[in-house]
Nanobody, 121 residues
Framework: QVQLVESGGGLVQAGGSLKLSCAASGSIVKINVMGWYRQAPGKQRERVAT???????YYADSVKGRFTISGDNAKNTVYLQMNSLKPEDTAVYYC???????????????WGQGTQVTVSS
């Protein structure tokens, strides 16, 4: 019902920057929240940053001041600008969208396929 297409991952040196994008499409009535989670090898998936439709944001303590999340409601797209990257930011980053969809008009979380971010020291 909802497809999420992520882009922007890759390999970068410590201190560098990357920008992730995630575009949602499908039978969307409204997206309530979009954002990013990440999962490093051997660790649980953790919330990195999210943005609600009204603009309120959440950041994990580990990324505050370095990452910035933004969204384009008209395009159902969310971005994550990642600056001052550290080796510990290395993970697979997953886009999530909590969307209200047709025909059920129920609110359900949808996940992207993930994009690898690798930060070398």
């Amino acid at each position: 019902q909802v497809q999420l297409v992520e882009s922007g991952g890759g390999l970068v040196q410590a201190g560098g920057s990357l920008k992730l994008s995630c575009a949602a499409s499908g039978s969307i009535v409204k997206i309530n929240v979009m954002g990013w989670y990440r999962q490093a090898p051997g660790k649980q998936r953790e919330r990195v940053a999210t943005i609600a439709a009204g603009g309120s944001t959440y950041y994990a303590d580990s990324v505050k001041g370095r990452f910035t999340i933004s969204g384009d409601n008209a395009k159902n797209t969310v971005y994550l600008q990642m600056n001052s990257l550290k080796p510990e930011d290395t993970a697979v980053y997953y886009c999530i969208a909590n969307a209200l969809t047709r025909p059920t008009f129920s609110s359900t979380p949808y996940w992207g396929q993930g994009t690898q971010v690798t930060v070398s020291s």
